[in-house]
């Protein structure tokens, strides 16, 4: 398998402050990683570019676009709510994240790659078409669904997320959505507290008490996701990779190890492989532990790699 990966160097301008768990440590922490094992050399490593203002607006409103700008500050730190905080380069490198996501897309349906990952922050799915939050200013998942919907002409996208949160922002963008299927596993009940009881008929719900483990996390999604899946038949899989239902996270409660990464990562890959002639494309979200952050990116690469778990 040939997979991409996607990154920018300027990423660390993003920078929210010491305090702050969605830090530049984050990506270097999963390149050291990936590096010390080896791992990165087998990818085919490339430069994101920014999304266009075109791009980002298939999914966010003119609104919501003209008042991050005018949020921006011309320097130090400004909040936009308790969590998600803006420096003077914030936004280019929110654009960045998005265009990682794109050029992911681009890559898989023009066969320079199987599939792509993209080692991207600010992460992306709180972000809701009008409305920044939980450290997301656009939501990189959805302008990569748009993006190839528009460009590519896939008919029908499966977003799988396993971040320990809700992808409320995902949500809010295609609810009601018959081309999109949008399947998300998270602690419950937590944070976003927005469309936690989501009943829209395109949105599989895989709520997981805190405290739980690998192998009751493996029953939900076989008996949740799947039969979506197989029922949707996706042309297009994009993963929203969060890691931060890692049992080392700080942030949560769920107990998943490196090998639970690997595991879903595998079935998200055969579901492509099915029916989407492999087109897969990841994109980071949270995880924020840098040991645990860095172990479990390696086995959603290996799995994208087509490598065994060890
Ligand atoms: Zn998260």
Redesign the pocket.
Known sequence: MITAYITHPDQPRHYMGSEHPESPQRLEAIRARLLRSGTLQQTMQSEAVEASEAQLRRVHSEAHLRTLERCAPEHGIIPLDGDTLMTPDSLRIARLAAGAAIKGVDRVYRHQADNAFCAMRPPGHHAEAATAMGFCFYNNIAVAAAHARSEHGARRVAILDF???QCNGTIDIFQNDPGVLICTSFQYPFYPWRYLDCRAPNVVNTPLPAGTEGPAFRRAIEASWLPALHDFQPDLVLVSA?F?AHREDP?AELCLGDEDFYWVSRLAIDIAERYAECRLVSVL??GYTGDALGRSTEAHLKALLGLPFD
């Open positions: 971040d320990v949160h969060g931060d942030l979200e949270g």
